[in-house]
């Protein structure tokens, strides 16, 4: 159980394109999803947390704007990079979270992302 | 000081050995304690859940000390597949949120 897909698994693009990255959740309702990025040899960072039918809740320093992300149902959540630039080159990763009341997240196999 | 903290090792254990690191996290609020392993390049994967009265599953232990705020993780009878980063993981808010440590890297040497 609590099994996270995300596709695609990698992507490589050209300055100035955007990329969507999907996020579902295959065996249970997500009431949240959060997209972190992490950099090589570094910690996660938590980008937003997203809720089923609401706007997503950005982190400090990470522009809205710019990684637009959309919660439509309780399986499914998308990021969006839009005019990627080589420095939004890394692995982005999405969890869930399944049921109120339970804190563990569960990971996507996440998404790396080059922008040439 | 951040609110999480983990020795980033690297740990070189040999193979059979028992090895322990701790996470110390600054917010006395903190209310759920987990631990993950993460391989390289690869998404993290939820290992433990730190409970109050302490946990065992297997070769792994883990354990929670409120009063000097850190939780544990105990490998016993190491394996090289143990070769990972540890990542631990507090829940402080009623967001849902996990902070995250920066990791332990356990590399298991035959």
């Known amino acids: 159980g609590a099994v996270v897909s995300q596709h695609p698994s990698w992507v490589i693009c050209k300055s100035g394109t955007s990329v969507k990255i999907e996020c579902r959740s295959l065996d249970f309702q997500a009431t949240t999803m959060f997209w972190y990025r992490q950099f090589p040899k570094q910690s996660l960072m938590l980008m937003a947390t997203s809720n089923e039918g609401s706007k997503a809740t950005y982190e400090q320093g990470v522009e809205k704007d710019k990684f637009l992300i959309n919660h439509a149902s309780l399986t499914l959540s998308t990021l969006t990079v839009t005019s990627a630039h080589p420095e939004d080159s890394s692995f982005y990763i999405c969890?869930?979270?399944?049921?109120?009341?339970?804190?563990?997240?569960?990971f996507g196999p996440g998404t790396r992302l080059t922008v040439t | 000081r951040k609110e999480v903290e983990q020795d980033p090792g690297p740990f070189n254990v040999p193979e059979g050995a028992t090895v322990a690191f701790n996470c110390t996290y600054s917010?006395?609020?903190?209310?759920?304690f987990f631990w993950y392993r993460q391989d390289c390049r690869k998404e993290p994967k939820l290992l433990m859940s730190?409970?109050?009265?302490?946990n065992e599953d297997g070769r792994f232990t883990a354990q929670l000390n409120r009063a000097s705020q850190y939780i544990s993780l105990l490998i016993r009878d190491s394996k090289l597949s143990d070769s990972a980063t540890y990542l631990c993981?507090?829940?402080?808010?009623?967001?849902?949120?996990?902070?995250w440590g920066a990791g332990t890297k356990l590399i298991i040497k035959p």
């Open positions: 969890s869930a979270r399944e049921l109120a009341g339970i804190y563990e997240q569960y």
């Open positions: 730190v409970y109050s009265s302490g």
């Open positions: 993981a507090v829940n402080i808010n009623s967001n849902y949120q996990l902070i």
């Open positions: 917010n006395s609020a903190s209310q759920s």
